[in-house]
């Protein structure tokens, strides 16, 4: 990755109220590119040692005014319970002069407050759609947010510059800005974020409780059973209020998948001949989404490499690609067998660079796929 600590960045003294893993990852994140800025976390005590233990925040505080009133941008990274609850204190504490956004992950009740209690215009709705199955500080990472969608719902009041400036800041730290308008982005994440949570969690009770024989024998389940049900892994209560809060747009959505799934009971009953062309445009959408884009924004140059299962073969891997400084956007196990090895799937910045990488690995000894 490319090392872009001495950029520089408008917002001097940054707050997060929340340094979970959200939270502790933009800590993280913006001290790794930003390492002037001063970040100052927000939350229990016992956090915020942990926080500062692991660099993510240079001053802890339980003084919502203190932290507030000096801040050139506030993060709110907590549950969107607890953001609509702090909302107005963080209103009434702040200046014009502050920006204040929120990591949410349904905007219109966030967005709808925001309206009413920054008239200024200096709250920028927003959403890092960069998933995690795990919680807390220990948890957060510098790169979450490395070629991740990060949604931005404005408010008419914002003036384009700060969306701008905003978004800008955004990029720097390695996302991919989209922006929406709050129904919008419920509506979408309802599919494509929310359902598959819900998907995740029925398959795995259906497989693991209900299903007489499967239940006995889990050890069964290949690579695309563990893919499918990877956030089943998800801790309930960050799903509390995401629910709650969307649950409109949820219910359609999963009326959707409903008549969806009945279609395919029907068409059982018939032979099952009929899913063929279901089975087809699934293909067809599937197919169409890049697999080297994070949020479909750009599309990337990628290249699939067989890594022998040997100690040291990973690192060799990236090693001779740094060494001719090569940047890696992204990096995905595609495929694993215990003794032989596993494809990796490399992204890349250009189909330019992908080829000079290629021959790079190819004169290492690696094996590239087609």
Same mark, same amino acid.
């Given at each position: 990755?490319? #090392?872009?600590?001495?950029?520089?960045?408008? @917002?001097?003294?940054?707050?997060?109220?929340?340094?979970?893993?959200?939270?502790?990852?933009?800590?993280?994140?913006?001290?790794?590119? %930003?390492?002037?800025?001063?970040?100052?976390?927000?939350?229990?005590?016992?956090?915020?040692?942990?926080?500062?233990?692991?660099?993510?925040?240079?001053?802890?505080?339980?003084?919502?005014?203190?932290?507030?009133?000096?801040?050139?941008?506030?993060?709110?990274?907590?549950?969107?319970?607890?953001?609509?609850?702090?909302?107005?204190?963080?209103?009434?504490?702040?200046?014009?002069?502050?920006?204040?956004?929120?990591?949410?992950?349904?905007?219109?009740?966030?967005?709808?407050?925001?309206?009413?209690?920054?008239?200024?215009? #200096? @709250?920028?709705?927003?959403?890092?759609?960069?998933?995690?199955?795990?919680?807390?500080?220990?948890?957060?990472?510098?790169?979450?947010?490395?070629?991740?969608?990060?949604?931005?719902?404005?408010?008419?009041?914002?003036?384009?510059?700060?969306?701008?400036?905003?978004?800008?800041?955004?990029?720097?730290?390695? /996302?991919?800005?989209?922006?929406?308008?709050?129904?919008?982005?419920?509506?979408?994440?309802?599919?494509?974020?929310?359902?598959?949570?819900?998907?995740?969690?029925?398959?795995? #009770?259906?497989?693991?409780?209900?299903?007489?024989?499967?239940?006995?024998?889990?050890?069964?389940?290949?690579?695309? %059973?563990?893919?499918?049900?990877?956030?089943?892994?998800?801790?309930?209560?960050?799903?509390?209020?995401?629910?709650? %809060?969307?649950?409109?747009?949820?219910?359609?959505?999963?009326?959707?998948?409903?008549?969806?799934?009945?279609?395919? =009971?029907?068409?059982?009953?018939?032979?099952?001949?009929?899913?063929?062309?279901?089975?087809?445009?699934?293909? =067809?959408?599937?197919?169409?989404?890049?697999?080297?884009?994070?949020? @479909?924004?750009?599309?990337?140059?990628?290249?699939?490499? @067989?890594?022998?299962?040997?100690?040291?073969?990973? /690192?060799?891997?990236?090693?001779?690609?740094?060494?001719?400084?090569?940047?890696?956007?992204?990096?995905?196990?595609?495929?694993?067998?215990?003794?032989?090895?596993?494809?990796?799937?490399?992204? %890349?910045?250009?189909?330019?660079?992908?080829?000079?990488?290629?021959?790079?690995?190819?004169?290492?000894?690696?094996?590239?796929?087609?």
């Amino acid at each position: 990755m490319k #090392n872009l600590s001495r950029t520089q960045t408008p @917002f001097k003294r940054i707050t997060i109220i929340g340094v979970g893993v959200i939270g502790g990852s933009l800590g993280l994140a913006i001290k790794k590119h %930003f390492r002037s800025v001063h970040v100052v976390g927000v939350d229990k005590r016992q956090v915020l040692k942990k926080a500062l233990r692991r660099g993510a925040i240079d001053e802890s505080t339980t003084d919502l005014r203190h932290a507030i009133s000096c801040a050139d941008l506030v993060f709110l990274a907590t549950p969107i319970s607890v953001i609509l609850r702090v909302l107005p204190k963080v209103a009434a504490f702040s200046s014009a002069r502050t920006l204040v956004t929120d990591v949410g992950s349904v905007k219109r009740s966030i967005m709808r407050s925001a309206s009413r209690l920054f008239p200024d215009g #200096n @709250f920028i709705g927003g959403h890092p759609m960069a998933g995690v199955e795990l919680s807390g500080v220990d948890a957060a990472h510098p790169l979450l947010f490395e070629n991740a969608v990060y949604v931005l719902t404005p408010m008419k009041s914002n003036p384009p510059e700060s969306v701008q400036r905003f978004a800008d800041f955004l990029n720097e730290l390695g /996302s991919r800005v989209v922006i929406l308008d709050p129904k919008t982005h419920d509506e979408v994440a309802s599919a494509v974020s929310h359902l598959p949570q819900l998907t995740a969690v029925a398959l795995t #009770n259906v497989a693991g409780l209900e299903h007489r024989s499967s239940r006995r024998h889990l050890r069964l389940a290949a690579g695309g %059973f563990r893919d499918l049900t990877r956030v089943a892994s998800s801790r309930p209560e960050i799903w509390k209020d995401i629910l709650s %809060f969307n649950s409109d747009e949820i219910d359609k959505s999963l009326g959707m998948l409903i008549r969806e799934l009945e279609r395919y =009971r029907r068409f059982l009953h018939r032979g099952g001949t009929s899913l063929t062309g279901r089975f087809r445009s699934a293909r =067809r959408i599937r197919d169409s989404i890049p697999k080297s884009m994070k949020g @479909f924004l750009h599309q990337l140059a990628e290249v699939y490499v @067989f890594v022998r299962d040997q100690p040291g073969m990973m /690192s060799k891997m990236t090693s001779v690609l740094a060494k001719a400084k090569i940047n890696i956007k992204d990096i995905e196990l595609m495929k694993v067998r215990e003794g032989r090895g596993g494809t990796f799937r490399l992204a %890349f910045e250009s189909k330019e660079i992908s080829s000079r990488a290629v021959v790079i690995l190819k004169r290492a000894g690696f094996e590239i796929g087609e």
